[in-house]
C-alpha cells in the first residue's frame, strides 16, 4: 500500500509559472534567463515557507534543462525529473545550520573547482547561511567573489542582517514577500479542487490568516484540517482545529458597545472564557475587525464581495463615527500589549472593552451644569478636597473667597445670561470673547483655539479674532469650523468668522484665568504665611513652607 504524498510536498512549485506572490523575483530571473544575463551567485530573503528553497530548485532546473538555458525548463528531460527527485548529482544542497563549521565550508569550496558530472552548471544551494560560522563566511568569500565558470550559488535565509556585508555585495539579492491572504485561500481552493475535498471559503480564509504568509504553513494545516476534518475542509472544524475565536463573538461585543450594554459585553466574555478561547487571539482578530470597519467607511470598495461577513461589517460601520474605529483600534492594540502584565488574560480582556466602552461619546447633559456654574462665576467639583494633616490653617483664609481683579468677573453675567435654548434671547456680541466663550460648547483642541484668541474686531453678524504666533498650529479648520458651528448655535443664526495671526494685547482667556489662577495661588500662600500656626512651626521648630504644595481651595 503506497503512502499518500503530503501536500506541502506534493504540490511544490516545479516552475515558475506555478509560484504564488512572488511575482517580482519571477519577472527579474525569467528576464534574466531569457537574456542569458546569468549571475554567479544569488540570495534569496524572506520567511519560512514563501519559497525561497523551491525558487532555487527551480533556478537550477532552468540552468541545467536539456533544452538550454530557459525561462521554461521542460520538467521532462532527465536533469529536470532528477532535481524534482532530489536525485541530481550536479546540485548540491547544503544546511548551513547543521554545517556551519570552516572545514565543512573548505570541502564544499574545493569540489567546487571540479567540473560538472553531468550538467551544464554545478549549482550549490545553501539554505540557512546566515547560520555559518564567520571563519566559513571568510573561506567563501573568494570563491564567491571569483567561482569558476561552471558555478552557481544559491543562497537561503530568513535573517539577512546576520550575513557580512562582505557576502552581502558579492550576491544578486531578491526579498520574497510574504503572500497575501488571498492569494494562499485562492491556492487551497485550487488544491482541495484537485484533491476532490469538499472546503468552505471562510475555513479556507482561516486557514490563510492562520499561515502568517507563508504558503508551506498553509498547506500543512490544510492538511491537519483534511484529516481533523475526517476529509472534510468545514468551518466550525477548522475554527476548533485552530482555536480560533468565533467572529460571531466580536460583532455582538461591538454591538454591545454600540449600545453601551455593558452587563452584555462582561456576559459575551464570560461565555468565551467558558470556551477557553484565547483572549490575545481574540484581541487580535478585534484589531483586525476594527481595520475592516475602517476600510468600510472610508475605502468601501476595498471590502471583497466575497467577504461572508460583509452586511454586518457595512452595518457597524455605519453606527459607529471614524474617530471612534480609530480609538477602538489603539486600545485593542495596546490592550494586547498589556495583556501579559494583567492579573490574568480574562481581566486584561475585559479592562480592554470597558476602556473602550469608558471612551464612547457620552451625553452633553453632564458638562452642561459644569458649564452653567462657570458662567454664574462658582464653579462646582464632586471632588472633595484631599484631607492631609494640619491643613486646617489653608481653609481658615478662605483664599478662593477673595474678590480677584480680573476683567472677565462681571461681564459674562450682565451681558450674556445663560437661556435655556441657546439663541431665542443670547443677546448680541458686546466684544467680551472671554465670557462668550465660557458658554460655548467647546471641548479639547476647539476650545483650546477658542481660549487662545483674541477679539480684533467684531460687527453685529461678524467677529475676527487674532491668534498668537506660538499658538498658530491650532488653526486647523476643523477645529475653526467647530467654532463657527458653536457661535451659530449660541446666537440661532449664521455668524461670519476670521482667523488671523498676529500680536495681541494679552487679554485671551487663557490668558486671563491663568492670571486669575496665580492671583488666587500668591493670596492662598499669603494666607498659608501669616496663618499664626503656621507662623508658630516656622518660629519654633524651624519649619519651611513649601509654596508648590499649597492650592487654593476651589
Known sequence: MSLTQVLARKWRPKSFSELTGQDHVVKALTNALERKRLHHAYLFTGTRGVGKTTIARILAKALNCETGITSTPCGKCAACTEIDGGRFVDLI?????????????????????????????????????????????????????????????????????????????????????????????????????????????????????????????????????????????????????????????????????????????????????????????????????????????????????????????????????????????????????????????????????????????????????????????????????????????????????????????AAPVAATPVAATPGATATPFDGDWPALVSQLKLSGMTRMLAQNCEVKNFTADGIELCVPEPHRHLLEKAYQDKIKAALNEYYGKPVRLKFSVGSITGMTPAELENREKQAKQSQAIAAIETDPFVRELVENFDAKLIASSIKPIQ
Not at 122 to 151: C, G, R
Not at 160 to 169: E, F, G, N
Not at 357 to 379: C, E, I, Q
Open 93 to 409: 544542497e547544503l544546511d548551513a545550520a547543521s554545517n556551519t563549521q570552516v572545514d565543512n565550508m573548505r570541502e564544499l569550496l574545493e569540489n567546487a573547482l571540479y567540473a560538472p558530472t553531468c550538467a551544464r552548471y554545478k549549482v550549490y544551494i545553501i539554505d540557512e547561511v546566515h547560520m555559518l560560522s564567520k571563519s566559513a563566511f571568510n573561506a567563501m568569500l573568494k570563491t564567491l567573489e571569483e567561482p569558476p565558470e561552471h558555478v552557481k550559488f544559491v543562497l537561503a535565509t530568513t535573517d539577512p542582517q546576520k550575513i557580512p556585508v562582505t557576502v552581502l555585495s558579492r550576491c544578486l539579492q531578491f526579498n520574497l514577500k510574504q503572500i497575501p491572504p488571498s492569494l494562499i485561500a485562492a491556492h487551497l481552493k485550487h488544491v482541495l479542487e484537485q484533491e476532490q475535498i469538499s472546503g468552505d471559503a471562510m475555513a479556507l480564509q482561516l486557514l490563510a490568516r492562520a499561515a502568517q504568509g507563508s504558503m508551506r504553513d498553509a498547506l500543512s494545516m490544510l492538511d491537519q484540517a483534511i484529516a481533523f476534518g475526517e476529509g472534510a475542509v468545514a468551518e466550525t472544524s477548522v475554527r476548533a482545529m485552530l482555536g480560533a475565536i468565533d467572529q460571531g463573538y466580536l460583532y455582538d461585543l461591538l454591538d454591545a458597545l454600540a449600545q453601551k450594554d455593558g452587563v452584555q459585553i462582561l456576559a459575551l466574555a464570560d461565555a468565551m472564557e467558558a470556551r477557553s478561547l484565547s483572549f490575545d487571539a481574540a484581541l487580535q482578530d478585534l484589531a483586525a475587525l476594527l481595520h475592516r470597519l475602517a476600510l468600510a467607511q472610508t475605502v468601501p470598495q476595498a471590502i471583497s464581495e466575497d467577504v461572508p461577513e460583509r452586511e454586518r461589517i457595512f452595518a457597524l460601520a455605519k453606527i459607529f463615527a471614524p474617530e471612534d474605529i480609530q480609538l477602538f483600534y489603539q486600545i485593542a492594540l495596546h490592550g494586547r500589549s498589556d495583556l501579559s502584565l494583567a492579573p490574568d488574560e480574562y481581566a486584561g480582556f475585559t479592562m480592554t472593552l470597558m476602556r473602550m466602552l469608558a471612551f464612547m461619546p457620552g451625553d452633553a447633559a453632564a458638562g452642561g451644569a459644569r458649564k452653567a456654574d462657570t458662567v454664574t462665576g462658582t464653579v462646582t467639583s464632586t471632588k472633595q478636597p484631599p484631607a492631609t494633616t494640619r491643613q486646617a490653617p489653608s481653609a481658615t483664609p478662605q483664599p478662593a473667597a477673595v474678590p480677584v481683579a480680573v476683567p472677565v468677573a
